[in-house]
């Protein structure tokens, strides 16, 4: 007898071809309309789907899980953070947890590349003047920005992504320096040229430029607050295209306006799409909306993670991505 196909439901529209092989796999119920679900159509899709596959907009917490059905065995997150999800309750629930990593690494190290250089040399700002009709034509003194070739990068969170930014980095002439939770691996270290922090309150104050790459954890929330973002020399630049609750947003701003933090270039933010109005009005600040992981080529290596996931665990194997607790 051929096996039941599961009851996939999809919080958000994704890519054609994504939702067609779906389709075509899984009993899939598609999310036509894009908006995020309410939180009465989420909970009426635990209460239903064997497979639920949420995104990071999606807040899968330990009240819905507690209130999901029993047939509710696979999360299957189109992203790569897991924060959106309570993994100790889908674990004490029997609900195994998958996510969509490495696919984005590349595309998130290009945003933040583009905002090491966009802020520092004041591309938003040039962008808005060339088109002001305002424009008096070329300055020695006109929209002077700072050179970034032969300065210091500090780089919160040496995953992937943190990785692949100093690649990036290094071609452009930074010198790289890292906090992480754990010593990267010396021939990493070696090939990078990159020197280790363990304190980060130490580096915080040597570097030019500090790039937030570590996932959001009860651990790293606010991480950069007030007091470390003080530590910031007030030439020194941030980029964060991580996740927002990893800085004290408020303070940032404030820091920002008093000019003792040179300026800031952000994908994330702590309560999106609500974008703080003090971060909004600095001409100092480079604001994107999420786009780290928006490209072609990364939406659809997100799906297609997204389907080995959902088709091996529904042949009764361990999916390829599962989550784990302990590796966040």
């Given at each position: ?95 195994t947890v998958t996510n969509t990593p490495g696919v984005l690494t590349e595309d998130t190290a290009d945003v933040a590349m583009a905002l090491m250089l966009a802020v520092p040399r004041r591309i938003a700002e ?170 072609i080529e990364g939406r659809l290596g997100m799906g297609e993670k997204v389907i080995i996931n959902i088709q091996t665990f529904w042949d009764g194997h361990t999916p390829p991505d599962r989550v784990i607790e302990a590796m966040l």
């Amino acid at each position: 007898m051929t096996q039941k196909k599961p009851l996939v439901i999809l919080t958000r529209t994704l890519p054609d071809s994504i939702e067609t092989r779906m389709r075509e796999l899984f009993d899939a119920k598609l999310n036509e309309t894009d908006q995020a679900m309410s939180s009465e159509a989420l909970l009426k899709a635990v209460q239903t789907a064997d497979v639920l596959v949420p995104t990071v907009t999606d807040r899968i917490d330990a009240d819905l899980i507690a209130a999901a059905g029993d047939q509710l065995k696979l999360i299957a997150s189109f992203g790569t953070g897991v924060d959106h999800i309570d993994l100790a309750a889908a674990r004490k629930k029997g609900i195994t947890v998958t996510n969509t990593p490495g696919v984005l690494t590349e595309d998130t190290a290009d945003v933040a590349m583009a905002l090491m250089l966009a802020v520092p040399r004041r591309i938003a700002e040039g962008d808005k003047v060339a088109r002001s009709c305002t424009w008096k034509g070329w300055s020695p003194t006109g929209m002077l920005g700072r050179r970034i070739n032969g300065k210091r990068l500090g780089i919160i969170g040496m995953g992937r992504i943190g990785e692949a930014i100093a690649r990036r980095a290094r071609g452009f002439g930074l010198s790289i320096h890292y906090h992480n939770r754990k010593r990267v691996h010396p021939e990493t270290e070696a090939e990078l040229e990159a020197t280790y922090w363990e304190s980060l309150d130490q580096m915080l104050s040597r570097v030019d430029i500090v790039s937030v790459n570590c996932p959001h954890t009860e651990a790293t929330h606010q991480l950069l607050s007030r007091e470390r973002l003080s530590l910031l020399q007030p030439t020194a630049y941030l980029v964060n295209t991580s996740r927002g609750e990893v800085v004290d947003e408020a303070a940032l701003a404030d820091l920002l306006a008093d000019q003792q933090i040179a300026g800031a270039g952000l994908d994330v933010y702590a309560d999106e799409p609500n974008i703080p109005k003090g971060l909004v009005d600095l001409p100092n600040v480079v604001l994107l909306p999420h786009i780290g992981s928006a490209t072609i080529e990364g939406r659809l290596g997100m799906g297609e993670k997204v389907i080995i996931n959902i088709q091996t665990f529904w042949d009764g194997h361990t999916p390829p991505d599962r989550v784990i607790e302990a590796m966040l």
